[in-house]
C-alpha cells in the first residue's frame, strides 16, 4: 500500500482528534449551529409550510437534509455542542428527526430576522455554556458528497478561527458559470493557513458577469457556511450591528430564567432583519475563504435529485410504486399510490396524499407559480 | 320558416310514430339489444375489470355510455323492449344504471361466446315476447352527435328490415382512411329503400389499402350496428349456424321455467364462439346497408375524449381539482385530488383513487403495456 497525501493528511487529522480528546481542551471546542429556519416552496408538493425541505429525505438512505448535516459533523462537533436555530412551528419536527439532541439545544426564533440575529441567538447559547469555543454556521439543506475531505476543511477552517480574530468563510469551487449564488472575490495571494484573504461579497450575477468571475479564478461560490470564535462573532456584531448586540446581551443574561421567553420574544422582534453577509462580512476585517471541492449541492429544486439519486437504466429516478413504459431521464417520486407512465421523457412528477405534481424539467422555475395560484385562491391546505 | 327536407323527413318520421301508437301495431313493434359485456382496456386506470367503458361517463352531462345509448333511442323503443346482453359480473351495474330497465331484460351470458350467441340469445327473449319484431342490435359504448339523424337511420333500417327477409348493418361514411375498423363494400346501383346491396365485409385493413377503399367510395366503416326482424336473424341463424340455433331453441324453452339457469349455462357455453360478421352476415344473402353519417364516434381510447368533451382557451379538457401553468392540448381528468401542471404539451393524465396514468398523446396506444405489465406481476387489484 502506497500512501498519498491525502492519507497523511487524514492520518494527521485523526491524531489531533484523538490528542484533543485523551488530553483534554488542547484544542478548542468545536460546536455547531445549523441554521433551519427556512421555509422553501421549491420542492412542492413533497415540502410544505408545515413540512420544509430540511425535513425532507431526498436521497437514497432515507435520512432527512437535517439528520445528514448533523451526522456529517458528528466525528468533529459532539451531539451536544450542537445547535438548531429554527421557528416554534418545527420545534417537534426537530425534536422528532434528532432524538439525541438536547432539547435546550434547539433555539427557536419568534419570528424571521434573516442570519446575522439567527447567528447572535446561537453565539449568546454557546457562550453561556463554554468561555470561548468554535463555532461553525451550517445550512440544515445542502448535500455534500466527499464527506471526510468537508470535515478536513472544517477542521482547516477552525485552525484559521482560533488563530487571531479570524472571519471564516467557506467557498465552493465553481463548476461552470451559476447565476444563482452569490460570488466570493478572494486575494490568491494573501494567505492565512490555508485559507485566503477575502476581498469582497457579491451578489448573484448576470450569465455575462458570472463568466468573468469563473474565468479570473478569483472567484468562489458563497456556501453561506462560516467558522469563526464565538467572542470574535460577537465582538464583530458589538462593532457592526450594536442594536443587535445589546439585545442579544439581554437575552444572554435572561437564558435559564423565568423570563427568557418574554426577552427573547420582545428583543429578537425587535431586531432589525439583516442578513450575515452584508451586516457583517461585507464590513469587517479578517475575513477568510476555504475553498471546499467536496461535492456540495445545495439541493435547489427537484432537478437536483437526479445528481443525489441513483437512475437506473432508463436514465429514470424512480421511488414508490411505479411503472414506466417507454421512459426516459424523468424524475418520479410516489408513495402507494400506483404512477405508470407512458411515453415521456425529461419529466418530474411528484404524487403525495393530496396532491400530484407533474411538470416538465425545464419548466421547474415555474413550480412556484402554482404555490402562487394556490395562494391566490386561499387553498392554504395544499401550502 | 323554410321548411328543409331534413324537417319534411323528420315530420314524416314523428307522424308515423304518432299513427303506430294511435291505432295499434300498423308498424312492426320495435326492440333493442345492447351488448354490453366488453372489458375495454383503453381507459385504464379508470376503466377496470370490473368497470368497463360502457359503464363510465366521459361526456360532459355525466352520462354513463350505457345510459346514453338507452337514452338515445327511447323516442323509438319503450324501456320495456330493450335487452342488455353483458354478463354476470355487470348485472348489477346495468341495473344502478338503469333503474327503469326491467330486470329479466338483462341477459347474462354465462361466458362470452362472441356476438351471434349474443344476438340469438336475445332474439330468443324477444320471440317470446312478440310474435316477430324489429330487432336493434347496438353496443353499448359508442357516442352519436345527432341523434335524430340515427333515429332517422334506424327507422328507415327498420323498414329496409320488416320488407322481406332483409338484413341490415349500419355503416359509417368514413372521414379518413381508418385502419382500425372493419369495412363493408356496397353496391351503390343496387338499392332497398334507402340501403344499399352489401357486396362483403372486410378486415381491418393497411394504410394503402383503406386510402383505396375511401377513393372508391363503395365502402362504409363497419359500425356493429344491425336491424333485422327477429324471425329473419332466428332463420339465419338456424341456417349457417345449425349447432348454435339448436342450443338456442333449448335455451327458449327453458325461459321462465326452474331450468332456464342451468340450461342457459350448459347449452351457452357448448356453443362455438363466431362473430355474427364472419359466421352469418358473410354467408347470408339480402344484405344491405345503410349509410350513416350521424356524428358517430366509437370512443376508442382517452384521445377521443378530446372529441367529445369541451377543451378551455389553452386547448385542455379537464375535470377534477386541475392547476395548469403553461399547459396546453392535454386531457386531465382528476378527481378530489389536486393534480398540478406544468410547462405540458400533448398529454393525458388520469388520476382515480389507486392509480394515476400520465401518458403522452402519441403513445396512448401503449396503454395495454401497462396492463400487461400488471397482469404479469399479479396486481389484479389494478386491472
Known sequence: MQLQKGDISAFLHHAMDTMEKLEGNTFMKKTALIM??????????RSRRNLPKQFLSLTDDGKTMIQLTVERISPLVDIEDVYIATNRDYRSL??????????????????????APCIGLGAVHIAKKYEDAIMYVLPSDHLIKFNNMFLNVLRDAGEVAE??????????????????????????DKT?????AVERFVEKPSIE?????????????????????????????????PDTYERLMKIAEAVGTAEE???????FRAMQPQSVDYGIMEKAKNIYI?????????????LAVERIRRSNESGNVVSGNIITINTHNCI????????????LDDMIIVDTEDATLICAKDSAGDIKKVLENLKICNRDEYI
Not at 492565512?192 to 485566503?196: C, T
Not at 476555504?290 to 427537484?302: A, I, K, N, R
Request: glycine residues 12%; proline residues 6%.
Open 192 to 196: 492565512e493557513g490555508r485559507a485566503y
Open 332 to 343: 418520479i417520486q410516489g408513495e402507494r399510490k400506483l404512477i405508470a407512465t407512458v411515453g
Open 209 to 241: 458577469v458570472a463568466k468573468e468571475y469563473i474565468a479570473t479564478e478569483e472567484y468562489l461560490w458563497n456556501s453561506g457556511m462560516f467558522t469563526w470564535k464565538v467572542s470574535t462573532i460577537l465582538k464583530n456584531i458589538q462593532m457592526h450591528l
Open 290 to 302: 476555504l475553498p471546499g471541492t467536496f461535492g456540495w449541492d445545495d439541493v435547489g429544486s427537484w
Open 94 to 115: 426537530v425534536m422528532e428527526q434528532l432524538p439525541g439532541l438536547p432539547e435546550k439545544n434547539i433555539l427557536c426564533e419568534p419570528v424571521g430576522r434573516n442570519t
Open 36 to 45: 433551519a429556519g427556512g421555509r422553501g416552496e421549491r420542492f412542492w408538493p
Open 261 to 267: 421567553e418574554a426577552v427573547l420574544e420582545k428583543e
Open 163 to 188: 488563530n487571531g480574530e479570524n472571519l471564516v468563510t467557506i467557498g465552493i469551487t465553481p463548476d461552470y458559470p451559476e447565476t444563482g449564488y452569490g460570488y466570493i472575490k478572494f486575494h490568491p
